[in-house]
């Protein structure tokens, strides 16, 4: 009676792994692995920056925000919006 069950809660999954195969992977789970490791190394690589900066902390906060807006603009306009939308103004 217990085999039966367990032959009711197969799956594909099961089958494949019998016989040593697995399911195809989207292109997510390929995509969003690698772009965590990679988040995961600017922070990382902007941590110990600042570390050795020879900044103090506000020279460090100030360029640091100039920086990330320069880069915001750029993949802003790099993206088709173009400076009418980083700005908000509307002519």
Do not use: C, W
């Amino acid at each position: 009676m217990d085999a039966i069950r367990e032959l009711k809660n197969i799956d594909k999954d099961d089958i494949l792994a019998a016989l040593g195969l697995e399911t195809k992977k989207t292109a997510a789970e390929y995509l969003l692995p690698v772009l965590g490791l990679f988040s995961a190394g600017i922070v990382v690589g902007v941590g110990v920056g600042m570390l050795f900066a020879p900044k103090s902390g506000r020279e460090l906060r100030e360029s640091l925000g100039k920086r990330v807006e320069e880069v915001r603009e750029r993949a802003m306009q790099s993206a088709g919006m173009g400076e009418e939308v980083t700005t908000g103004s509307s002519h």
